[in-house]
């Protein structure tokens, strides 16, 4: 089974981390495909990685910069509206779901802790890192420096074309350098939005690592939403064994 693995956090062995592709088929429930289906696929996965489906968090995402805190308790049927999870719980695989947008996995070397993120437009623009971040140090103690990031394939500046409406409100946010207008049309960056946020926050450049591919661009082994319209979902998840 081929998927995407990072370079970055491949070097912990304490560490499960994973992206997976369209051979694991689509993981998410919100994209009307066969509800049975979708939890034989996270059945599989969880086999195939050795972890308890059960345990598994994923989220509700609502395009915010909410985060939340995992423990114990939650479990695989109790899902949280939010766009970033966070634990020091060992055992408890976050998962993030995505079809252009990206999935950031958080690393804290030194307190142990791990985060997922999902980031698209309205998460980069209102800074889903910066609250991740925040969260890694009130909650866990985290320092910015111990932490690593590595980003899952997500779309490319040339797959993304936005409207106007999104030049002027990037402007507004002083995010104009992440478009790049061509004629009339407007292509829009999220993985140097993510960059910046991510160096702005303290995380080391050599902590950051992302993935050359564009999903978009790659729809044979990823789902993307822009190029195919109803589709299903990939994911990254992440485990402290
Ligand atoms: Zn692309």
Known sequence: MKFYQSSLLKQFNNLLCFITTKQDGNIAFHVNDDEQRVLQNHKTLANRHSYSYKKLIHMKQIHSNEVRVISKEDDFFSIPSCDALVTDEKNIPLMV?????????????????????????????????????????????????????????SICQKCYEVGEEIFIQAQQLQLEYAILKKGEQYYLDIKTILEKQLLQGGIKKEHIEFSPLCNACNTKEYYSYRKEGQTGRFGGVLMLK
Not at 97 to 106: E, G, I, N
Not at 111 to 133: E, P, Q
Not at 135 to 140: H, I, L, N, P
């Open 97 to 153: 779901m995505v079809a252009d947008c990206s999935a950031l996995l958080f690393y804290d070397d030194t307190k142990k802790v791990i985060g997922v993120v999902h980031a698209g437009r309205t998460g980069a623009f209102s800074n889903i890192v910066r609250n991740t971040l925040q969260t890694f140090s009130t909650q866990f103690g985290s320092r910015v420096e111990d932490i690593f990031v590595t980003i899952a394939p």
